[in-house]
């Protein structure tokens, strides 16, 4: 076995061909500035963001929707914060919020149960955003609305599925050699659903955890995979990711949720790549973000080749300029998981 030290003088020294890796889930990207990762490899090796951020990938007509439901009576909007602050084609829930809307954070969806149990003449919307890695405590949500008999608290749903925005991104941006797997949403869905794409794109795709030397360990097994032209998957946090995933949270997804198509902001309708609640849970649902829609991003915006990696976000003409946390531009800036923010944070 390879001493960490001797991985970081190979990568380091590494002299061959560009080769250009996403990490797709933004806890990675930050993970890598926290341990200062392209500072001790090769520059030849280029670490782009992917589409990982939920907030980031929520489209415009979901918040609208939000934004509607909360400003109608006796409504209130639950939300975490990230979410505040995205805006919809004509606002954010801050800026509804300002004009009188009912809009309340809450860091735990569990949260929205209490707030709905005592406040029973208010109808209750909690907006479950996210991946697979955060669907199996929606799921424990309806659980407990159907236990506790709570009527007046519902789910709008924009549920991404990560596999389908891969395959995606595989068929149309070429440039990218391979991926670090993101650990979280392997976590549940299992290191085994990347086969396909590996062995039909032929790029590797490596499973890592969040450690300096988790990352460092997953470049190179890749650059040894590119190396010896070897397209595969690898898992390299089989403490927390099996092959399977985690079949119990699987079944409870699914007991609740089903395929569909969806809307990515930026990106447009990918087939497939959303959880919507099923026809038999309707009395739960607020609706989703499946609407097929045309969307602009704002003049300059560039977070679209953001999150396919066409672009670092210091390449956005607007980054660090017009567009900061402070004053946010596009959903790439504004969530922590973003790769504008995390760039802003860090670099």
């Not at 929205?112 to 955060?134: C, M, P, R």
């Not at 010896?228 to 119990?248: D, I």
């Not at 089903?258 to 607020?286: C, F, H, M, N, V």
Request: charged share 20%.
């Amino acid at each position: 076995m390879m001493k960490l030290e001797q991985v970081i003088k190979a990568l380091k020294e590494y002299d061959g061909e560009p080769v250009k890796i996403m990490e797709v889930c933004g806890t990675h990207t930050k993970s890598i500035f926290q341990h200062g990762i392209r500072s001790i490899i090769s520059p030849k090796i280029q670490l782009i963001s992917g589409p990982g951020c939920p907030v980031c990938v929520t489209a415009p007509s979901y918040i609208d929707r939000l934004v509607e439901l909360s400003l109608k009576e006796t409504y209130c909007v639950l939300t975490f914060g990230d979410m505040m602050k995205v805006k919809g084609t004509q606002m954010s829930l801050t800026e509804a919020k300002a004009m009188g809307a009912e809009v309340k954070v809450l860091y735990s969806p569990l949260g929205a149960l209490s707030e709905a149990e005592n406040h029973k003449d208010i109808q209750y919307v909690f907006a479950a955003v996210g991946f697979e890695t955060t669907t199996p405590v929606y799921a424990l949500l309806l659980d407990e609305i159907q236990k506790r008999n709570i009527k007046n608290l519902k789910l709008a749903t924009s549920i991404k599925t990560i596999l389908p925005a891969l395959s995606f991104i595989c068929e149309n941006e070429t440039s990218i050699d391979a991926f670090l797997s993101p650990g979280h949403v392997s976590v549940i869905t299992g290191s085994r659903i990347y086969e396909e794409l590996a062995a039909a794109y032929k790029k590797p795709f490596v499973v890592a955890g969040f450690e300096g030397e988790h990352i460092l360990a997953a470049i190179y097994e890749i650059m040894t995979q590119l190396k010896g032209k070897r397209y595969q998957v690898a898992n390299l946090y089989s403490n927390a990711v099996t092959e399977e995933g985690n079949q119990k949270a699987e079944a409870l997804i699914h007991q609740y949720f089903e395929p569909a198509d969806d809307a990515w902001r930026g990106i447009g309708t990918i087939k497939q790549s959303a959880l919507k609640l099923k026809e038999e849970y309707k009395e739960y649902d607020a609706g989703g973000s499946q609407e097929e829609i045309i969307e602009t991003l704002p003049p300059g915006c560039k977070c679209t080749d953001v999150i396919l990696g066409r672009i670092q976000p210091m390449d956005c003409p607007l980054f660090q300029k017009v567009c900061t946390p402070l004053h946010a531009v596009g959903p790439c800036m504004v969530s922590s998981e973003g790769a504008c923010g995390i760039w802003y944070q860090n670099s």
